[in-house]
């Protein structure tokens, strides 16, 4: 990769000035997806990302815990269901191309089917806490292993849309503020589940956002073609200082 993507000399960022650029860049990616829909639906799934994966792991650890009967053991449940959760979004980003092909080549109709299988998966953990049993544990493993299979099948193509749609003097800011927006809401829903009390409810809510965000890509068919740069564009920087016109970064 040091080869093939070599890059051209940079002006040397400072932390003032990363910080200072800090507002306009947020507000650069805003005022992007006020603009377009395709980009709103993006960062607006992502919000839904972001509570999910506030809801399943800030909860799993608790139930990992009650299923083992001591926080050790459950912490050793934890890590292993970790590694798992990890495979899985791997398997997904594999079956994403086929995915989208298997659905027309659309890359919309694909994020749309990754995320009612993750939000199916998170349905079906919270469910499983109204029995025990081998079934539920059985059904409940299922649905982990859905929850990140969908998301690891949504991110390469909601990536790719991202990519296609905005114009490379503009794709840093726009994946900047679509991770900040990740986290952001990932922050505020934690609070909020973590407010809650036990059973399916938080868990139910947090699978709610999947669902809803799928909503946003039913029946669209958007022509991706990047938007034209707005005037004085070229000398935006990123959050991380640096400049959005040389950056290219590629699809995950």
Known sequence: ??????????????????????????????????????????????????AALATIELLTPGRAAEVTGSSSSGATLFAALACAGFACTALGSQLAPRLAQLLGGSGERAVLASLLVSGTGLTALGLTLLWSGPSALALAAVGYALVYVGLGAKNPNLNDLLHRRVDSTRRATALSVQSLALQSTAALVGLGVGSLAGGPLPWLLGAAALPAAACLWSGRRTTVSPQAPEPGAGARTTVSGTPAHRSEPGRR
């Open 1 to 50: 990769m040091l080869g093939a993507l070599p890059e051209p000399p940079r002006p040397r960022a400072t932390l003032r000035g990363v910080l200072r650029d800090v507002p306009s860049t947020v507000v650069g990616g805003l005022r992007l997806g006020a603009r377009d829909g395709l980009v709103r639906r993006v960062l607006l799934s992502t919000c839904a990302v972001g």
